[in-house]
Every structure is written in structure tokens, then in C-alpha cells.
């Protein structure tokens, strides 16, 4: 079985629905979506290790994006009432944090080394992140950023890869990815 063949069958015995490889070269920083981490809605601007500005300018991202020549986007979702669900829509980003991390390290079981997982939405692995109080991150090795946080259209990606973009009232999706 290739790389991208062992990837979909571990992600769907983990619960992961949509498993699509890509060419890692969709990804394209811009500066409009980092506009809106700017404009700091959720509140983790320079307040989260895995978020704009301590995550890298989008140049700097570009670059490092460029190491990669596969990737796998992944869909985890699960029934919720949205809005209204908080503790459920964290609970949800939590596992699909989780899934990813356990992907990671089967692939680094299979000898793949270079590996970068994100998640879907802001690492929320700690309950208040230590960027905020300037202490080191507890979980550095754990901890990853979102494809939102790289200033990466997703709902552009998802529509590009033909892939369903509308929220829905009735259940959480969290959009995500592996490069190799």
C-alpha cells in the first residue's frame, strides 16, 4: 500500500471521513485571511504559540510550505447544534487534534520522517495558552497550527479540491491536513 493509500485507511478506522490527497503547492498564504487574524475576533492573536504573529509572517510560511511535496486533507465531523454547542465544538477540534497527532505517529511508525499535521482551528491543547503569560509551550511536540493560522483560504481549498464548503447547522466539521 502507498503512503497516501496507508494515510486514508488509518484516517477512516479513526473516524475521519474525508481523506483527499493534494499537491501541497495549493497552499498558498494570503494576506486577506491573515487580515482576519489581524482583526483578532477569537482572541488568540499573539496570545497562542501556534497563531499569527508568533507562527510566521505568510512569507515565512510560503517557504516552509514549499518543503513539501504531497499532502492529505482531512475532514473530521460529528452531529452538534451550531451555534450554541461551545463545549461541544471544542470537545470535536480537540479529537480531530488527536486523530491527527495519531496519524503522525503512525506515519513516523512506517519510517516517514519531516511530517507537518494542522488542525483545524487554534491549538487549544492547554486551557489557556502560555504565549499568553510568556512561558514556554508544555507541549511543543503536541501542539500544531491550523491550516487558518498559515492565512490559507479553506473554504477556497476545500472548493479547488471539489470538496463541500457549507456550514451546517447540525453538525461540526473540521478541516485539516498532513504533508509529507
Known amino acids: 500500500m502507498d503512503t497516501i493509500g496507508f494515510i486514508t485507511a488509518s484516517a ?9 490527497g493534494f499537491d501541497p503547492r495549493l497552499l498558498v498564504p494570503e494576506p486577506r485571511i491573515r487580515h482576519f487574524c489581524h482583526q483578532n ?67 513516523r511508525g512506517k519510517g516517514l520522517t519531516g511530517l507537518w499535521g494542522l488542525i483545524g482551528g487554534s491549538c487549544e491543547l492547554c486551557d489557556v495558552c502560555k504565549a499568553a503569560t510568556d512561558e514556554p509551550c508544555p507541549r511543543p511536540e503536541e501542539a500544531r497550527p491550523s491550516l487558518e493560522a498559515l492565512a490559507i483560504d479553506v473554504l477556497g481549498l476545500l472548493d479547488r479540491l471539489g470538496l463541500d464548503s457549507e456550514f451546517n447547522p447540525d453538525r461540526i466539521t473540521w478541516t485539516g491536513c498532513i504533508l509529507l
Open 12 to 20: 477512516r478506522e479513526l473516524e475521519i471521513k474525508t481523506c483527499l
Open 41 to 107: 475576533k477569537c482572541g488568540n492573536f499573539g496570545a497562542n504559540y501556534m497563531c499569527p504573529p508568533v507562527i510566521g509572517s505568510p512569507r515565512e510560511i510560503e517557504l516552509r510550505l514549499r518543503g513539501f511535496s504531497r499532502g492529505v486533507l482531512l475532514q473530521y465531523s460529528r452531529p452538534l447544534v451550531l451555534p450554541g454547542d461551545a463545549e461541544g465544538v471544542k470537545q470535536a477540534k480537540l479529537e480531530f487534534h488527536h486523530k491527527v497527532l495519531e496519524l503522525e505517529a503512525l506515519l
